[in-house]
């Protein structure tokens, strides 16, 4: 606590003022171009990630960088949260790009591989396992619970990318004739690199070709 305390301090006396006409500006409202959505995991830091300044990114954060599936009125099956975000993002703020961001090494991908019980989390981790089960063969074919975990993760980004463009606000979006494109990545902890999963979806029907392209490009790593 001391440590936040102090960084406080570090920033209101030094930082503060380089920030102030941004900050200025900001408290007239917002106009951020992608809404980022990444895992709540304490090692991912969206706007260090994308060299953003405050104001660029709206960010959307749970365990595991899930967008549920859509319920047929556009409501997600996890809560009102994940599809509030989303609605509020491209219909009110008219983003034009989403970001799903996973990460290798993700704790509950990892659990979710073998079989932990962590609590409440294992409810909301179903969704996680819904991608496993789903892909079971191609990840039996990793050798080992490293490749297997760097899989699942790629396979839950490109799984979770399908969910966001099929949310009645972003197929609305598209039927209207707004820019909005989606994309999906994965951070590599461990050398800070971003990998793009070839998943750069802008209309309906661009779906199900990038879909397949990405499993391709997951299955020849």
């Known amino acids: 606590m001391r440590q936040l305390l102090l960084g406080l301090i570090e920033f209101r006396e030094h930082n503060l003022p380089l920030y102030a006409e941004?900050?200025?500006?900001?408290?007239?409202?917002?106009?951020p171009d992608t809404l980022f959505i990444t895992c709540a995991d304490s090692r991912v830091a969206p706007n260090?990630?994308?060299?953003?300044?405050?104001?660029?990114?709206?960010?959307?954060?749970?365990v595991g960088n899930l967008m549920p599936p859509a319920y047929a009125d556009g409501t997600s099956s996890g809560d009102l949260s994940e599809a509030s975000a989303v609605e509020y993002a491209v219909s009110v703020l008219k983003v034009?790009?989403?970001i799903v961001c996973g990460h290798y090494r993700c704790s509950g991908v990892e659990a979710t591989l073998r079989g932990d019980r962590l609590g409440?989390?294992?409810?909301?981790?179903?969704?996680?396992?819904?991608?496993?089960?789903?892909?079971?063969e191609r990840l039996n074919c990793e050798e080992d619970?490293?490749?297997?975990?760097?899989?699942?993760?790629?396979?839950?980004?490109?799984?979770?990318?399908?969910?966001?463009?099929?949310?009645?606000m972003v197929r609305d979006a598209w039927e209207r004739?707004?820019?909005?494109?989606?994309?999906?990545?994965?951070?590599?902890?461990?050398d800070g690199l971003l990998n793009d999963l070839h998943t750069t979806i802008g209309r309906s029907d661009e779906l199900s070709a990038c879909y397949e392209q990405a499993l391709q490009a997951v299955a020849g790593r």
């Open 22 to 31: 941004r900050f200025r500006e900001l408290s007239a409202g917002q106009e």
């Open 145 to 168: 619970f490293a490749r297997r975990s760097a899989r699942l993760c790629e396979l839950n980004v490109i799984e979770q990318v399908v969910n966001v463009c099929q949310t009645t």
């Open 96 to 98: 034009s790009n989403i």
């Open 120 to 136: 409440l989390s294992d409810n909301w981790l179903r969704h996680v396992q819904d991608v496993r089960e789903k892909h079971e």
């Open 177 to 190: 004739g707004q820019a909005l494109t989606v994309h999906g990545w994965v951070y590599g902890i461990h």
């Open 48 to 62: 260090l990630l994308a060299s953003t300044e405050p104001g660029e990114l709206f960010t959307m954060r749970n």
